[in-house]
């Protein structure tokens, strides 16, 4: 305990890279990261030895500080490698999520003026070179070879890398020690990484984000023990998304955490065994997760006959839920401290339900624009219905428009440490969320009470002015119905002056109840009538449509509302 507050000590006094710096040199030895499935592990010294040769690899092809650095694929080992070797050599990073389109992928690493593109072989097959102008080369991230190389560099980057291993010997003719670990001074102004948004609006833009940007999110992580030396993290969230990448990566390399990287889709299945594996001590995880988990596997249970009937006990009702609370820890690897959900609202019902059974979570608040965090409270002074706290002396907020900002809504506005710099190329959209006072003005609805805890209502561009002047948040609605029989996802949008809910069925627990398609609009119905009973006069809905597919969602699984709102 003594090291840790002695490390965190030293940790207040030193810039973000420094940070980094510090912590390789003092888990030397220490497991860094893993593949699951794969067996594959590297130690803080591997990291760094990595990392020393990517810096060589990018002198070679004369990045400078400030050049941008493209990467694209799932999470990986060398995917870690390549974003630490960028900030650490005063580059920036410009993450590509890896199941954007080829056509938005390559518009990115135009627009951001990458020089360099780290690629899964898989995606690059479905590119084209000469669409992608300003890259210089190349390089896949399984094997590290140069997939592709500009004309005019004669296969530079191909030669270096054939000799990189002798090259590494002549600088470290020793060998590559902790000492060795030796990164740049940077101030933390200086922008580290371009994070392009997958919004609900259909436009992807460029968030600047600077080392105190990143900096704010990760001395928090560490100086609230979210993670520390020698603790497990699970990565199953994408790196290439800014909370994935603050509390999955940076956080738990900072202080010397093992993690495990999941690379492939993290279908129930997989996760719980890799949950079983690796147990880790804290998991970050969208709502989806716990919302499925509840939807097909608590939720049948707490709807027998005798569960319901025991449930109805004093006495007897605890003892359930004490059983079903310590099934689910032990099927989440059963040595977490907390889970945090973020990303998105998590249903209500879901999060009444974990309350009432204790179980240890608690729901954040955030957006790529903050690199992301803007407020958290640890699980057990956790507001059910609310997003936690705004950071204590790292954010700010208040609810413009609003003469009592504790009970009537408005737009939520942050201010601090963790605020981008802005939109890279955009300054018409800078300018639109960020005012001369600094405040980023986050199109997010809500209240807030005095000591900082944020209450979200819905988005300000969601919402619907009813004919007799009511908001209308659509979220709160759609939480409602997505609680309802046979009701996977929702979508509440106007057409004309009415109401109407875009449904798409649980046809999973359709074939479980053995119910035909053809019972679905008596059952829609019902479901319609139940609904309006339990919302306000100027939210009922007038009609139900059902959807024969999903919705088409973003990379963070929220949907895109603007292709349904016509």
């Known amino acids: 305990m003594l090291y840790i507050q002695m490390f965190m000590r030293d940790m207040a006094n030193e810039n973000l890279i420094q940070i980094f710096a510090s912590s390789f040199r003092q888990n030397w030895e220490l497991p860094a990261l893993s593949e699951f499935g794969t067996g594959h592990t590297m130690t803080y010294a591997d990291l760094s030895r990595r990392i020393a040769a990517t810096h060589l690899l990018f002198k070679e092809c004369g990045v400078k500080k400030g050049d941008k650095i493209a990467l694209m694929g799932k999470n990986s080992i060398s995917w870690v490698v390549t974003y630490m070797a960028t900030i650490t050599y005063g580059a920036v990073i410009v993450p590509v999520l890896h199941d954007f389109n080829v056509q938005d992928a390559q518009h990115i690493i135009n627009h951001s003026e990458s020089i360099l593109l780290f690629i899964s072989e898989t995606i690059f097959d479905s590119m084209e070179f000469e669409k992608i102008p300003l890259v210089k080369a190349v390089f896949s991230l399984e094997s590290r070879d140069v997939l592709a190389e500009h004309p005019a560099h004669n296969h530079a980057a191909e030669k270096f890398l054939a000799k990189l291993s002798e090259k590494m010997r002549r600088k470290y003719p020793h060998g590559f020690t902790a000492s060795d670990v030796d990164y740049p001074m940077i101030d933390e102004s200086e922008l580290a990484e371009i994070n392009y948004t997958s919004g609900t609006t259909g436009f992807s833009k460029g968030v600047m984000l600077t080392l105190r940007n990143l900096g704010g999110n990760v001395r928090f992580g560490v100086n609230s023990r979210l993670h520390y030396r020698g603790s497990r993290a699970l990565s199953f969230l994408p790196l290439a998304h800014a909370y994935g990448c603050a509390f999955d990566m940076l956080v738990p390399l900072a202080v010397g955490t093992h993690v495990t990287l999941l690379g492939k889709l993290p279908t129930p299945k997989l996760l719980l065994k890799a949950f079983a594996e690796v147990k880790p001590n804290l998991i970050i995880c969208v709502p989806l997760i716990l919302e499925k988990i509840y939807r097909n596997k608590l939720r049948p249970v707490i709807e027998k006959p005798a569960i319901r009937r025991a449930l109805k006990v004093p006495g007897i009702n605890q003892m359930v839920y004490r059983k079903i609370r310590s099934q689910l820890i032990e099927a989440l690897g059963g040595e977490f401290e907390e889970v945090i959900v973020g990303g998105a609202p998590l249903n209500h019902e879901v999060e009444e339900f974990l309350h009432r059974i204790k179980f240890p979570f608690t729901v954040g608040y955030g957006m790529t624009e903050c690199g992301p965090l803007i407020s958290y409270t640890p699980w057990r002074k956790f507001i059910v219905g609310s997003s936690g706290r705004t950071l204590p002396h790292i954010m700010h907020s208040k609810i413009a428009n609003s003469e009592d900002g504790t009970r009537i809504p408005g737009e939520i506005c942050v201010r601090g440490e963790n605020v981008m ?39 300000y561009k969601t919402m619907i002015l009813s004919a007799n002047g009511q908001n209308i948040y659509p979220e709160e609605i759609e939480a409602k119905l997505n609680n309802m029989p046979y009701v996977a996802e929702s979508l509440i949008v106007e057409r004309g002056k009415h109401l109407h809910a875009l449904v798409y069925p649980d046809y999973e627990a359709m074939d479980r109840d053995h119910i035909s398609n053809e019972k679905l609009p008596e059952i829609m119905e019902q479901v319609r009538q139940d609904l309006n009973k339990i919302v306000a006069p100027y939210e009922r809905i007038d009609k139900i449509q059902l959807r024969a597919n999903e919705f088409e969602k973003t990379p963070k699984r929220s949907i895109k509302r603007y292709l349904y709102n016509a």
């Open 421 to 459: 710099k802005g939109y890279f190329k955009n300054p018409e959209a800078t300018e639109a969320v960020l005012d001369a006072e600094g405040w980023l003005h986050t199109g997010d609805m809500g209240t807030r009470s005095d000591d900082g805890t944020i209450f979200i209502k819905g988005r």
